[in-house]
């Protein structure tokens, strides 16, 4: 009996041992909870003004008249960077996450038959891969290579329209993201062309072609991203693509300079710098996406949260430093200003710009100390022309949207709806 009691109260001891603590449950990620927060609404805002604020921004950047999304025909469309001159993959590929964030399956299904007649290489060594610019009035490809955040973007989207709105009507989703996939995994080499992701390193290349996949762009590290890919691609890399997510968050830790939280542009695999013919290594236009990046892996899946609650602290706290209202959009990564200015198109000036101010504000995701300034400092930003006149409601248009959505809990890993 005493036996049987001593083994009943192990039993119990390690059931109520196996059972997570309640600050561990709150850690699980979105993904697991189904509860994405809404920092909006903690900021005092009400649900209908946070509403209308995503829908107006959705209207000035896809409907106004002052609209980077132009459609073609009946049945297609395309978005331009209109102060490039051109449409790129990054954007087209943008507009389509947008879209099945917001239920807008016809813009979706416009954008990716734009994108697959346009860019998608049907033949040949970039079979799969999209051509990453193209002159919108030529119709004259500015590029044949890809860019890798485009297939990244390209992918996750169409996993969440299969998981949104099924294969069944009138484009299999699925298909067409596992044909980029396949395709990338068929990649050795020949012609120069590789796969997505550096399969030696683990992690996404620049670009899938030459010396440009051995190394890589902070910005295109997205965790959140290839956990969905294991989760939805089921092309039998699930292991691989879960790895590159671990990877990935390493590597940030790494790129994300110390005192500062400022990342360089582009880097080695090592997170060190890596110089480009077009601009010494700095934090720049890319560079404004990481912070956004890293709290959308914060919220879904929550595997890095100590390390990224502090890296945003670091981060904010940097430019806090600089002026709440009034910091720059170009840095060194010691926070000291470039000699270099990277032009915007065909302006080159330093300026307080609206991506930086919503990528910076959507960082205030992983904060835990409450102050939500910078999602203030967002909420009261224009989607409008500065004072000198120059207008950019491509890049900072998008990533204010983005951010904006990622602020209301809009912004989700979408799971396979009932059809």
Aim: proline share 5%; charged share 20%; hydrophobic share 35%.
């Amino acid at each position: 009996m005493l036996l049987l009691c001593l083994v009943q109260v192990g039993l119990t001891s390690g059931v109520a041992q196996s059972k997570p603590k309640q600050g561990q449950v709150a850690q699980k990620g979105a993904f697991y909870t189904g509860v994405y927060p809404s920092l909006l609404r903690e900021a005092g805002y009400s649900q209908a003004a946070i509403d209308q604020k995503v829908a107006d921004a959705y209207h000035d950047i896809f409907e106004g008249p002052n609209k980077v999304y132009f459609e073609v025909g009946d049945s297609m469309a395309y978005v331009s960077d209109v102060k490039n001159h051109d449409a790129r993959t990054e954007g087209l590929s943008y507009g389509m996450m947008i879209a099945v964030q917001l239920n807008k399956k016809e813009v979706f299904d416009r954008l990716w038959r734009w994108s697959k007649k346009y860019l998608q290489h049907q033949s040949g060594p970039l079979e799969g891969y999209f051509a990453w610019s193209i002159n919108t009035a030529t119709m004259k490809r500015n590029s044949e290579g890809p860019a890798s955040d485009g297939e990244l973007y390209f992918v996750t989207s169409l996993l969440f329209a299969s998981n949104r709105w099924g294969n069944t009507t009138g484009i299999n989703y699925y298909q067409e993201a596992r044909r980029i996939l396949d395709a990338s995994w068929k990649k050795d080499g020949t012609g120069d062309v590789y796969n997505l992701i550096n399969t030696q390193h683990k992690q996404i290349s620049f670009v899938p072609v030459g010396d440009m996949y051995n190394w890589t762009d902070p910005s295109y590290h997205l965790p959140a991203f290839l956990e969905v890919w294991a989760t939805y691609a089921k092309d039998g890399h699930e292991q691989f693509y879960r790895t590159c997510a671990d990877t990935s968050r390493a590597f940030l830790h790494r790129a994300c300079s110390a005192p500062t939280g400022l990342n360089y542009d582009y880097t080695e695999f090592s997170g060190k710098p890596h110089a480009t013919s077009w601009a010494p290594p700095a934090f720049r236009y890319d560079s404004w996406r990481v912070p956004m990046n890293i709290a959308m892996d914060y919220v879904w899946f929550g595997k890095d949260k100590a390390w990224q609650e502090q890296y945003a602290r670091r981060f904010q706290g940097f430019l806090r430093g600089k002026g709440l209202n009034t910091f720059d959009d170009q840095f060194n990564v010691d926070g000291s200003r470039p000699d270099f200015i990277l032009p915007a198109g065909d302006v080159k000036k330093l300026r307080h710009s609206l991506g930086l101010v919503a990528t910076s504000a959507s960082a205030s995701l992983m904060r835990q100390d409450q102050n939500l300034a910078f999602v203030h400092a967002l909420w009261n930003a224009k989607l409008a022309p500065y004072e000198d006149g120059y207008f950019d409601p491509y890049y900072d248009g998008i990533l204010y949207l983005f951010s904006l959505l990622h602020l209301s809990g809009k912004y989700q890993a979408i799971k396979p709806q009932p059809h």
